[in-house]
Every structure is written in structure tokens, then in C-alpha cells.
């Protein structure tokens, strides 16, 4: 669970919570996101006004390291995606990728920032689908090499979440 006060972890089903934020430097924030691939659990979290950190756990939340370092700090993380070693993080600025699972970032060229990238899917890891706020959804074949803007029949609709099931996007 993510709260202002930390992340706190449950393994009776919500009868009891531990506070689990061990390696992470806590001020005044919010937990935005989190993301679990590969027994790995990340987290997205704005501690201060406009500081983005991202850690990641491979021991359920035992302990922390941050792996954000190479995105600038003075953003928020609208959402936060892992699938494989593909983790994907949208901000005000753009979308940042990173193909190690969080070694390396770099954003993403194309894509649009202050737009509100709140909800990513993928079809295995070649094809990516990024929905934003007003524009409507953005997909990439290769990768997320390139994006290209994907907008039949969605007018421009405010387009806050996004997900795979099965052979279906859901928007």
C-alpha cells in the first residue's frame, strides 16, 4: 500500500501492515505507482514537491535501491510500467524508458510532455501503447523506438488509463 507516510506491506490478506520503507529516503511525499515483473516490485514516489524517485525490491520490499538517477528529479510519475527489462516511466517532460530494468533511462524522443502520460500496455515487449491526456494513444512497434499518435475514433478524449487482456486494449 502506498501512502503518504511510506509503503506498508501485508502478507495475511489486510489483517495487519508493516512499514516497509528500509533504503528509501522518506520526506514528504506520496507513493505514485508501483509495477511488479520478474519478482521484481517497483516503486514510483514524488518525496517533496516535484521529486521523482523510483526504487525497485527484489525481496518484497525487505529492501530498497534507487534506480531513478538518470531522470531529472523535479518531475512527477504520472505511471510507472515493467514488462521483461522494460521499464517504462511517463512525467510532464515525456516518457523515460529503460531496457535493463532500471540501470539506464533515457526519454523517449516523440512523444509530447505536459500531455499527462498516465497508462502504458505492451504486446510482449516490440509493441508498446502509451495513452495521454487530450491527445489519445500513442503506439510503437519497435520497441519504443518510435511512437506514432493513434487516434481513430477517440475524438480527444481525456484518456487517463490503459490495458492489455488477452488480444484487447482497453481505454
Request: glycine share 10%.
Amino acid at each position: 500500500a502506498g501512502m503518504l507516510s511510506g509503503i506498508k506491506r501485508s502478507s495475511d490478506w489486510g489483517n495487519s501492515w508493516e512499514l516497509i520503507n528500509n533504503e528509501i529516503q522518506w520526506t514528504y511525499g506520496q507513493v505514485r505507482n508501483f509495477a511488479y515483473n520478474n519478482n521484481t516490485l517497483y516503486v514510483a514516489l514524488d518525496s517533496n514537491v516535484y521529486n521523482l524517485r523510483i526504487y525497485k525490491s527484489t525481496n518484497y520490499g525487505n529492501n530498497w535501491s534507487l534506480i531513478s538517477q538518470e531522470i531529472p528529479h523535479h518531475q512527477i510519475p504520472y505511471s510507472l510500467y515493467a514488462f521483461d527489462n522494460l521499464l517504462l516511466c511517463g512525467t510532464a517532460a515525456g516518457v523515460y524508458k529503460s531496457t535493463n530494468s532500471g540501470t539506464n533511462w533515457a526519454l523517449i524522443p516523440g512523444i509530447s510532455g505536459n500531455i499527462g502520460l498516465f497508462g502504458f500496455a505492451s504486446v510482449g515487449t516490440k509493441n508498446i501503447f502509451i495513452s495521454a491526456w487530450s491527445y489519445g494513444v500513442y503506439v510503437s512497434n519497435d520497441y519504443g523506438e518510435s511512437f506514432t499518435l493513434k487516434n481513430d475514433g477517440l475524438l480527444s478524449y481525456r484518456c487517463t488509463s490503459l490495458y492489455k487482456f488477452g488480444e484487447y486494449l482497453f481505454l
